[in-house]
């Protein structure tokens, strides 16, 4: 059984910070891209930013410069560290990973952590 769960949600004054963790748990052989979600009331979920087992990262336009995503793969764990916060930011926030289990690769996700964001 494979879990992802997430972490380090929080309310947040703006311009302030806040760090999530996304860890992994179960019969893991390796995991490929892990990526950040999230979804405001009455919006899609948006993809916030990802990054491959390699290291390579890519961000939404709108998170730019604010927010960086990183990984530990000894510890299987995912980072969103978030600077600037806006409370345009604020949102449900989804961890989602490929994680290879033998010959297959799965797409997980967390159960969601809220940021808040207070103007």
């Known amino acids: 059984q494979v879990q992802l769960v997430e972490s380090g949600g929080g309310l947040v004054q703006a311009g302030g910070s806040l760090r999530l963790s996304c860890a992994a748990s179960?019969?893991?052989?390796?995991?490929?891209?892990m990526g950040w979600y999230r979804q405001a009331p009455g919006k899609q979920r948006e993809r916030v930013a990802g990054?491959?087992?390699?290291?390579?990262?890519n961000y939404a336009d709108s998170v730019k410069d604010r927010f960086t995503i990183s990984r530990d793969n000894a510890k299987n764990t995912g980072y969103l560290q978030m600077n600037s916060l806006k409370p345009e930011d604020t949102a449900v926030y989804y961890c989602?990973?490929?994680?290879?289990?033998?010959?297959?690769?799965?797409?997980?996700w967390g159960q969601g952590t809220q940021v808040t964001v207070s103007s």
């Open positions: 989602n990973a490929g994680i290879v289990v033998g010959p297959f690769e799965y797409s997980y």
């Open positions: 179960g019969s893991i052989d390796s995991i490929n891209h």
């Open positions: 990054i491959t087992r390699g290291g390579s990262t």
